[in-house]
């Protein structure tokens, strides 16, 4: 089975990415690592900038799969675009766990914004775990 992660370039997300890593090397899994941009900031670039993250945390990237997903620019899914990315990649793989970085908001902003956590939370099959994202 997989452990999927999503992470944005956040140098925060460093600890997603080890969250995931010691869940999927404790359980025996394939790790796959999604990281979903913009139709314009797709390719090389994006890819490299978050391969740079990823391999500050974990030494060997053989078995570890980093997918560079492009948005869909739809207006018709029922959830944020990057949720709706990483629920039909979580559909797909079928994975054990979900392991996402949450950052903290307060108050309004809870309400106003949502986030891409909170909707994929609320719409994944399999169990999601959350990691604070800190500021390095």
Same mark, same amino acid.
């Given at each position: 089975?997989?452990?999927?992660?999503?992470?944005?370039?956040?140098?925060?997300?460093?600890?997603?990415?080890?969250?995931?890593?010691? /869940?999927?090397? $404790?359980? %025996?899994?394939?790790?796959?690592? *999604?990281?979903?941009? !913009?139709?314009?900031?797709? @390719?090389?670039?994006?890819?490299?900038?978050?391969?740079?993250?990823?391999?500050?945390?974990?030494?060997?990237l053989d078995g570890v799969e980093l997918r560079i997903m492009p948005e869909q620019a739809?207006?018709?899914?029922?959830?944020?675009?990057?949720?709706?990315?990483? /629920?039909?990649? $979580?559909? %797909?793989?079928?994975?054990?766990? *979900?392991?996402?970085? !949450?950052?903290?908001?307060? @108050?309004?902003?809870?309400?106003?914004?949502?986030?891409?956590?909170?909707?994929?939370?609320?719409?994944?099959?399999?169990?999601?775990?959350?990691?604070?994202?800190?500021?390095d």
């Open positions: 089975m997989t452990i999927l992660t999503a992470i944005d370039r956040d140098p925060g997300c460093r600890g997603v990415v080890e969250t995931a890593t010691e /869940l999927a090397t $404790s359980l %025996d899994e394939q790790l796959v690592i *999604i990281h979903v941009v !913009s139709q314009e900031s797709a @390719g090389e670039s994006a890819k490299a900038e978050v391969k740079e993250i990823v391999g500050s945390v974990i030494d060997d739809r207006r018709d899914l029922p959830t944020g675009r990057t949720a709706n990315h990483i /629920l039909q990649v $979580s559909e %797909d793989l079928e994975p054990n766990y *979900i392991v996402i970085g !949450s950052r903290k908001r307060t @108050g309004l902003g809870k309400i106003l914004l949502g986030s891409v956590s909170k909707l994929v939370l609320a719409n994944a099959d399999a169990p999601v775990v959350t990691v604070e994202q800190t500021q």
